[in-house]
């Protein structure tokens, strides 16, 4: 009986493990999910390797093999098809896929380890692998992942110049695709079918295959596709000459741009190539050559053979047009060494015509021999009869196909309506009654809603127009009393400026006497502003008129016997109260300084007032006379004159800054802000 205890002391030990092991890889696999955001978000590269090493160590601590399986997969994937790490990275997942017998991304993993093998140009290897993973995708019926076998290893034959074979299994992959709706299943049949065009010479049909791959590429932000696809297409340009160099150039902008963004070496490398051949065009080769030369400096350790060949071999081209034949040589003879070993044919046909010119130019009959009869004999391989037929042949199969397939199912169809004929001619009568009906039913439930939707929408307008009445009289309204407002306000004025002019009659102190007349023209400039208000409906003030009015009203009172000349300058502009009362004051201050100070009766006195909009926000007044100047030990900071301490605070009350000169004459300088301005300010 004492082993009972001991057992169950045992078995809940047990279960409090499993339970700790259980809740530590929930956590592990919320952390791994958190970081697959990230993953997902970064177009980064040293980012992208930051995130994927983390998600790594959590499914390493986890003893995780799934997610081990799928952070060597994102890792290869994302990386540099070139290097040899990617394709490392694929072998491990195999290996742990295998040990979980997840036949899906076995399938999966074989097509993208296939796409890095042909990256190196291995295509045996490339062959190898995708056959694998079109195996896996039959052994489990997956239809998405034979469309992608079948399109991949389409790709494939053309590099082995096999189109026969190419078409065969684009076909195939095509009939499988229309199966479904989605239109995302066609993506790599568009891929095998632009490679497959362009090296037939359809350019337009893989011109068209290109861009709706990226516009795919485009919604859904993939932007290392579309570097490559942008570059595919760049090729076409610069083989269909069917686009003008600018929509070439363009599209290498992008494609450059976008690389950098993402920081894709080759993306970079072949953007740059195609860049240098759309500038030779133009015969720029001064920029060819710095294109070419950005394309070397972008290359990794490990370059693809495919894209050396067509980096010398666009050498070649940029020597030939400058005329060095001996660099143009040395660059095609490096081309196809790689096209003959890649057994590309009809870069190797390009690449041998141009060296056959270049040594017959040079007077080298036999290698110039050696190589036309090469041109030739590529020529004759590309051209085969037989191998045309079989093309032509199988390009009419899948539409031979289909159109079989869709009469199958029209005779089938003839047969059902001739056995149902006599009793739907029954029907077709009482059918025609209920269309009928319903059709009356709802023409007249038409009719009453329409009529109903009429009524209440004329309703609501009388009443809108009502209310919109009330608005405009309530306006006018408002506006009448605003006037009336400025109006009183400038009577009010008046009244204080007829009190000190009457005052003024008993004062016999100079000084005091011109304190009260000072008092009373700053009483009248204020009341001149509400006079033009209430005079104009804009609720602004025109200061070209307001300060020609002001001037005549200071002129009669000061001048006497001196004569002044008055230029004013103010085009045109206008303000609200809140500005032109203060403006008006200092303007006001400023004439009245130079006709006390600086004018006598012996000389030609000259005034000069201008008002100029700076910018959006502001204003400078100048107001300058010829006359003595002010006295150069006079501190504006301590002066004790109310007349230039009230310009002063009022400049200050603008947001405005102060200056004053002694050129011929006194010259202030008030630059200041509108009402708006200091509101922001404010």
């Known amino acids: 009986m004492a082993i009972q205890p001991l057992r169950f002391a045992f078995l809940l030990t047990l279960l409090c493990c499993a339970l700790c092991v259980k809740a530590q890889n929930n956590d592990v696999q919320k952390k791994y999910d958190s970081i697959a955001v990230f993953v997902s978000k970064t177009n980064q590269k040293d980012s992208l390797t930051y995130f994927l090493n983390l998600q790594k160590e959590l499914a390493e601590k986890a003893n995780n093999k799934k997610l081990l399986a799928d952070v060597h997969y994102n890792i290869a994937s994302k990386s540099n098809y070139g290097e040899m790490e990617s394709v490392e990275n694929f072998q491990k997942a195999i290996t742990l896929y295998e040990d979980l017998d997840d036949v899906a991304s076995l399938s999966k993993v074989h097509v993208t380890l296939g796409r890095a093998f042909q990256t190196q140009s291995k295509y045996n290897a490339a062959f190898q692998s995708v056959n694998k993973a079109l195996e896996y995708a039959e052994d489990i019926d997956d239809k998405e992942l034979m469309i992608n076998a079948l399109s991949f290893r389409s790709n494939i034959y053309e590099n082995f110049s096999q189109t026969d074979n190419a078409i065969k299994d684009l076909n195939e992959a095509q009939k499988i695709a229309l199966q479904y709706k989605d239109g995302e299943k066609l993506l790599p049949i568009l891929q095998g079918k632009s490679f497959l065009y362009y090296s037939k010479g359809y350019y337009a049909e893989s011109v068209e295959a290109v861009k709706e791959m990226l516009a795919y590429f485009d919604r859904t932000n993939n932007k290392r596709s579309m570097v490559v696809w942008r570059n595919n297409l760049g090729m076409i340009y610069a083989s269909c000459n069917c686009v003008t160099i600018k929509e070439q150039k363009d599209n290498m902008h992008a494609s450059i741009a976008l690389s950098d963004s993402i920081n894709f070496g080759y993306g970079k490398a072949y953007a740059s190539v195609h860049m240098a051949r759309a500038l030779m065009k133009e015969q720029k080769y001064d920029s060819a050559y710095v294109y070419l030369s950005k394309a070397k400096n972008e290359l990794p350790e490990n370059v693809n053979p495919s894209f050396l060949g067509y980096l010398h071999q666009t050498t070649g081209d940029y020597w030939a047009n400058i005329s060095n034949k001996p660099n143009a040589i040395q660059a095609f003879e490096k081309a196809y060494k790689i096209w003959d070993k890649l057994n ?339």
């Open 344 to 682: 590309k044919l009809k870069d190797k046909q390009y690449v041998a015509k141009g060296l056959a010119t270049l040594y017959k130019d040079l007077g080298n009959n036999n290698k110039a021999f050696f190589y036309l009869d090469n041109y030739s004999r590529t020529k004759d391989s590309l051209v085969n009869k037989t191998k045309i037929e079989n093309e032509k042949e199988l390009e009419l199969t899948y539409a031979f196909e289909k159109q079989q397939y869709k009469d199958s199912i029209q005779n089938a169809e003839t047969l059902d309506v001739m056995a149902l004929e006599q009793q739907n001619e029954i029907q077709r009568e009482r059918h025609l009654q209920q269309i009928l009906l319903g059709l009356f039913l709802a023409a007249l439930a038409l009719g009453g809603f329409a009529y109903y939707a009429y009524q209440r929408k004329k309703k609501t307008s009388k009443v809108l127009d009502e209310k919109n009445k009330i608005i405009e009289k309530a306006l006018q309204e408002k506006q009448l009393l605003l006037k009336e407002v400025h109006h009183r306000v400038k009577n009010n004025f008046q009244i204080v400026s007829s009190l000190l002019e009457l005052q003024t009659k008993g004062i016999e102190d100079e000084k005091a006497l011109s304190l009260a007349n000072d008092g009373k023209n700053r009483v009248k400039s204020m009341a001149l502003i509400h006079q033009k208000l209430y005079q104009n409906e804009t609720g602004l003030i025109d200061f070209d008129e307001y300060i020609n009015v002001l001037v005549k009203e200071l002129s009669y009172m000061y001048a006497s016997d001196k004569k002044v000349k008055t230029n004013i300058t103010t085009k045109a502009v206008k303000f609200d109260v809140d500005t032109a009362i203060p403006l008006g004051l200092i303007v006001n201050e400023l004439i009245t300084n130079a006709y006390k100070y600086a004018f006598d009766a012996a000389t030609d006195n000259e005034l000069t007032i201008s008002i100029d909009k700076l910018n959006t926000e502001e204003y400078k007044l100048v107001v300058s006379d010829n006359g003595k100047g002010i006295d150069a030990s006079v501190n504006l900071a301590k002066v004790k004159s109310l007349g230039l301490r009230l310009v002063k605070r009022l400049t200050k009350q603008l947001h405005g800054n102060f200056k004053l000169t002694n050129t011929d004459g006194a010259t202030f300088e008030i630059i200041f802000k509108d009402t708006n301005a200091r509101a922001l300010l404010d």
